[in-house]
């Protein structure tokens, strides 16, 4: 095992009628702004749970954050917590509400460009507003760790950044909150989770049973209740479980002490900056790819990811790693999330903006082992 | 699965050489405290680890700290903390030194008799001195939760309390440390950890497959790895996989949204008061005992342990979990710990004390279901 650092303060509140106890979670004296996303929040009450558990307090409202959210709307929000003397930010939204406040927090307390907190990757954050979540759309773990991805559409770019000052002090996790998703948000909300286990378990052994142990739970669980959220929209137990799965698969537990690919993600983040398709949707189409283009340095855990999360276990090494990835491949398309690039209308010349963005952007050394290069994602891209 | 809260804000700092780390960990004014045990934290060389990572900062020590601490020992500890305006506490030792660590952090603060902290399980304690830990005997996971337990031998009472006060800021877990410590210690921090995990997984279901993944991921590691510790002292990914399994079996996440039974641990309390028992060994008397015992409520994971544990899959019901109790006394033995009441010279006398110190301290409604009392408890007793 590699020797790690994990630390992760969130209060998690988690379980049916939890909104209700917000009050008990904002410091009294607070001047709170809470930011919600497009108005589904308002849509389907969860806004109205909130008002309601904070009744009495004075209260600002900030909607409007868009999916893959955008820095100068994060900037608008930045100038209204100056100017209201805001002391407490509360997200009401899935991940991009969650990112967006992320960087609000941090942006009302540094001095310089905003701008800065993304192209240093967050290193210039040394203090953050305090905030909390009430999540709506588990997928990408924000309400339990420290990143956020904020998109500049001027720019073309999308950029991760992380602080140890961007925990949220807490989340509110109400599975019933989920049962008016849409089956496109559910199904991302099974993907998204998949490849976040998958790019902290499919490198190379470093002797972690444990987390390789926890990582196959998580993806057993989603590849056993995903299918089964879109049949079933209201059975509370399969929804709790697939809320805590997406909390789990990136709150830094399955990732301490192995190393870690975060390549899907990357060259993923350059389809959406591109042409604004579905972040989970981005990661079904680089990594069944990616898998079978990498199939030489990720031999030993693709065998084991075929054992231990398909029970796959006949046939030659390479016939298994090739039934692993078709299963992985199915698992996407059977949840309604098609697995190749044209899909998404994305054709050579697409390809060679999103190579060139990976250069752009500084992404040039990708995977565990640091050699996947913008020329390697062309051949994966390609094959996708 | 049900309702539930997490918080566990404890920093943990992993891996080989990490004790250098320990002055970024303190505050630079902090007047410090280092609590340890018997000697071997002299002995070993990790007191003089510790002392050249703060080095050029005055510190103040306080031996002495017993296995099963001692409320008087500890309140030693207090009035030192008061007549030297110590700030900050740092434990280097195993659970009974951090145990007592907590104690004396929470009495500091606490204007009345600190005899209410035990009392009271904790619920007096509104706040608490800060402090961190390096972790030397890996077990009780008190590295990464807020519970403690102190023995009282004037009373004859051994009591737990906890607090969301009294998480370590840090813990520090380098497990080359562990490379010198006895085989008995190693044993006990196999069994004892085991146990922790059975009793936040041997109730009975609640649909939560996450929790029971990870439970049986750290048990089957603990079983795999258990006896490898003792056959090879100085494998350092052995070590490192029992030192992070056992902390992650008591840090509040397996048990999160399930129902827990501590009864083994609140019998086997009153053993180590009678007669100074290893805690460890205590249940490793009273579990197989009580999984026989229990076998009506307990029937659905008892089946669920013997398939995904053992690999137990043939015979009826009733022999699979005959079969999955003897492996684990076999388990258990095979570590050199003794699973029977007379191994550790307690008689029907002993046993009736343990009944009347089980309804002395009101644990009179033990187990998931609260209905396994003193009587039962007797019976448990009996058959081990």
Redo the contacts between chains.
């Keep these: 095992?590699?020797?790690?650092?994990?630390?992760?303060?969130t209060?998690?509140?988690?379980?049916?009628?939890?909104i209700a106890d917000l009050n008990d979670q904002i410091p009294t004296d607070a001047k709170v702004l809470v930011l919600y996303g497009g108005g589904s929040a308002e849509r389907t009450g969860v806004l109205a749970q909130v008002r309601e558990a904070l009744a009495g307090r004075t209260l600002i409202e900030f909607g409007g954050i868009e999916p893959n959210p955008r820095f100068a709307t994060a900037l608008k929000a930045v100038d209204l917590v100056a100017e209201k003397s805001i002391t407490f930010l509360l997200a009401v939204g899935g991940g991009s509400v969650i990112d967006a406040t992320k960087f609000i927090a941090a942006a009302s307390k540094y001095d310089g460009d905003a701008w800065d907190i993304l192209t240093s990757r967050g290193s210039v954050v040394t203090n953050a507003l305090p905030f909390g979540t009430v999540l709506t759309l588990p997928a990408t773990a924000s309400e339990m760790n420290s990143g956020a991805v904020i998109t500049n559409s001027e720019k073309g770019a999308k950029l991760p950044f992380g602080s140890p000052h961007c925990f949220p002090a807490f989340s509110m996790l109400d599975p019933e909150v989920t049962y008016t998703l849409p089956d496109r948000q559910i199904a991302n909300g099974v993907a998204d989770p998949f490849v976040h286990v998958i790019e902290q378990y499919l490198t190379y052994p470093v002797?972690?049973?444990?987390q390789d142990?926890?990582a196959?739970?998580?993806m057993?669980?989603l590849i056993?209740l995903g299918p089964k959220a879109l049949a079933s929209p209201k059975d509370y137990?399969i929804r709790?479980?697939l809320m805590?799965?997406a909390t789990?698969a990136l709150n830094g537990?399955i990732g301490?002490?192995v190393p870690q690919d975060w390549s899907s993600h990357m060259i993923g983040h350059e389809i959406t900056a591109l042409n604004d398709t579905d972040h989970a949707r981005t990661l079904a189409v680089v990594l069944p790819s990616l898998m079978n283009d990498q199939r030489g340095p990720k031999r030993v855990k693709l065998l084991q990811y075929a054992a231990n999360v398909w029970d796959i276990r006949d046939g030659s090494d390479d016939e298994r790693i090739d039934a692993a990835i078709a299963a992985t491949r199915r698992f996407f398309e059977e949840l309604g999330i098609k697995t190749r690039l044209n899909d998404y209308d994305v054709d050579a010349s697409g390809i060679d903006h999103i190579v060139g963005a990976l250069k752009d952007h500084g992404m040039t050394a990708l995977g565990e082992h640091g050699d996947i290069t913008p020329d390697d994602a062309r051949r994966i891209l390609e094959a996708a």
């Design positions: 095992m590699n020797n790690f650092d994990f630390y992760n303060p209060k998690i509140l988690f379980g049916k009628g939890r002797n972690a049973p444990i142990g926890f196959e739970t998580l057993r669980t056993d137990d709790a479980n805590w799965t789990l537990l301490a002490g």
